[in-house]
């Protein structure tokens, strides 16, 4: 079956603008998570949404939000872009998030979104 | 803030070596993840330990979840040149997908 699809694969922005991320997930799984991969920083966890409502969110400020749709596809968008907003944007998916809040799926992560800031 | 530190950072091997990736933490955690990232790719889990003390093999590679459950170590046997990658341990606290990620250990294997 096919896997998680991030869309654009490579985009470059200028300061200030703003960016929209699409994920699309494995078919079937309706948990969608948000990483933010950086050279300094690694991975960090951005949001996750679960039947189109948040359920976690990072350390991250307002800028970056989120939504996820009734198709369980999700996007991110990042305003007022900064120069430390460039990275690599991987979303995951999985196919239950657990009750009480306990993950049981294994996550699947697409091949992300490089956003370059200039 | 849940910390997960990996050492080493970078770690460069020939063919048929053997080494060892560690993943530490002041923290507890449920369970761990390891997961391996080749380039333009995102990561691909490799394994979950959840029981402290926890062994579990997968062909040359070896995990170990601490007894404590806030260390975890990845050991590779003969060490080949399709391993090379970025290892990745991430610490699961019972809170849905929000994983604490170690720093990575990119290793490269040279034939």
């Known amino acids: 079956k096919a896997g998680v699809t991030q869309t654009p694969r490579y985009l470059i922005k200028t300061r200030g603008q703003q960016v929209t991320l699409s994920c699309s997930p494995i078919?079937?799984?309706?948990?969608v998570s948000w990483y933010q991969q950086t050279p300094g920083q690694g991975l960090q966890f951005l949001f996750e949404?679960?039947?189109?409502?948040?359920?976690n969110k990072g350390n991250f400020p307002g800028r970056f939000s989120g939504r996820q749709f009734s198709n369980s596809r999700s996007e991110m968008n990042v305003s007022t872009l900064e120069l430390g907003d460039s990275a690599l944007y991987l979303c995951?998916?999985?196919?239950?998030?657990?009750?009480?809040?306990?993950?049981?799926?294994?996550?699947?992560f697409g091949e992300g979104s490089r956003l370059t800031v200039l | 803030t849940q910390l997960l530190e990996q050492s080493p950072q970078f770690l460069s091997i020939q063919e048929g070596e053997n080494l060892t990736v560690y993943c530490n933490s002041s923290?507890?955690?449920?369970?761990l993840q390891w997961y391996r990232q080749e380039p333009g790719e995102g990561p691909v889990l490799l394994v979950t330990?959840?029981?402290?003390?926890e062994v579990k093999k997968l062909k040359r590679l070896t995990f170990q979840f601490g007894d404590a459950r806030k260390d975890s170590s990845l050991h590779i046997t003969a060490a080949q040149p399709g391993d090379t990658g970025l290892y990745l341990c991430?610490?699961?606290?019972?809170?849905?997908?929000?994983?604490?990620f170690g720093g990575g250990t990119r290793l490269m294997v040279k034939p």
């Open positions: 949404y679960f039947s189109e409502t948040q359920r």
């Open positions: 995951a998916s999985s196919y239950q998030l657990g009750l009480a809040g306990v993950s049981d799926g294994e996550l699947f």
């Open positions: 330990v959840v029981t402290g003390g």
């Open positions: 991430a610490g699961d606290n019972n809170a849905g997908n929000m994983l604490t």
């Open positions: 923290s507890v955690f449920s369970s």
């Open positions: 078919s079937g799984h309706r948990s």
